[in-house]
């Protein structure tokens, strides 16, 4: 067995790469183990027209701004899983895949590290596993006895795969609209939202949400109200293709019905659709199977944390998993700031 290492960071994606930036500027001895074959993290397994919310510039790593891409205002999957993969060679991030995590055991002074091709020891471990990797489906009345085709966002491509069907997308927040847009000209599509759709203010993209997530941070820690932070905002950023089909009336939301049939969806009235396909928006869960052997486990499947640090495991830091682990830390931008105090707090640890 490896002599154990500082930090053990289980994740290659985003969050991975930005706490490994920060670890190696501490002189910290550390390995990420990601379960990728390749470079880019969840941006490698998204639907082929996504963009981003916000420009290359305020869409960056620490240490290395994205560069811009030619003809794209906002950029798309494939510039940010090139940007990726270039940030992660050029700070020669010892980033060792395929290997998936089996799970986190506590070794006396040491974390175990237990994966599919060997055993890992370290002092500290930071998990940013991400959610992409467990989508959530509701338990909707009948679903199993839909003999269409049902997706979730993750499965989801392009419209071309369902070019003349009749498609019901569910769900109302970003992944649900834009995928909605995305086939208004290929399907017959009904848009299901468990409540009227709010869009955000058309002016509004990924550079505000990151300065309001980040001013509702600081209320709360220096004890002021709550502003209720992104989510008051609104539940749907209107991207252009999204702002398009709204403005045209071609996204129009019907409420969330009460079950699935053989052949589509009723709701209470008796009202009924039809449909080849259902796409489930819903939402994803913390992958966060890999550190159950530590028991940690709270509320909603979170683990509790102060900041990105377990409350019942000092040693296991937390990373990019959504506000609860960092203020906007699922995304980009937001992701910097909570990995270099995950590594600072860790450094502190050690000595």
Not at 128 to 149: E, H, I, L, N, Q
Request: charged share 20%.
């Amino acid at each position: 067995m490896p002599a154990p290492l500082d930090v053990v960071v289980i994740g290659g994606g985003q969050a991975g790469l930005a706490a490994g930036y920060h670890l190696r500027r501490l002189g910290l001895d550390f390995a990420v183990l990601d379960a990728q074959p390749t470079p880019g993290g969840a941006w490698q397994h998204t639907w082929d027209s996504l963009h981003l919310f916000s420009p290359a510039a305020y869409s960056s790593l620490p240490g290395r701004l994205m560069p811009p891409q030619p003809g794209e205002t906002y950029p798309d999957a494939a510039h940010v899983v090139a940007y990726l993969t270039d940030y992660e060679q050029r700070y020669e991030l010892p980033v060792h895949r395929p290997v998936r995590v089996a799970g986190v055991h506590r070794d006396g002074e040491l974390l175990h590290v237990e994966t599919d091709s060997g055993s890992w020891r370290a002092r500290a471990v930071i998990s940013a596993t991400g959610t992409w990797s467990r989508p959530f489906v509701p338990a909707v009345p009948g679903r199993t006895k839909f003999r269409g085709v049902q997706l979730h966002t993750v499965e989801y491509r392009s419209p071309v795969d369902l070019a003349g069907q009749t498609v019901i997308v569910v769900g109302g927040g970003n992944s649900g609209a834009q995928i909605a847009a995305d086939l208004v000209p290929a399907a017959a599509l009904t848009w299901v939202t468990p409540r009227e759709p709010r869009y955000l203010a058309d002016d509004i993209d990924g550079r505000a949400l990151f300065d309001h997530a980040t001013a509702r941070r600081r209320a709360l820690d220096e004890g002021r109200t709550d502003s209720g932070g992104v989510a008051s905002l609104g539940d749907i950023v209107a991207v252009p293709p999204v702002r398009e089909a709204r403005d045209a009336g071609l996204l129009k939301a019907q409420p969330m019905f009460d079950r699935v049939t053989a052949t589509g969806v009723a709701w209470a009235d008796g009202t009924t659709a039809e449909a080849d396909a259902i796409i489930w928006c819903t939402g994803f869960r913390p992958g966060l199977s890999h550190l159950a052997p530590l028991g940690l486990r709270g509320p909603r499947g979170h683990i509790p944390t102060t900041g990105t640090r377990a409350l019942g495991e000092p040693r296991l830091h937390l990373l990019g998993y959504g506000d609860w682990t960092g203020p906007a830390s699922a995304t980009l931008i937001g992701v910097g700031r909570p990995a270099r105090e995950a590594a600072r707090q860790i450094a502190d640890l050690l000595r």
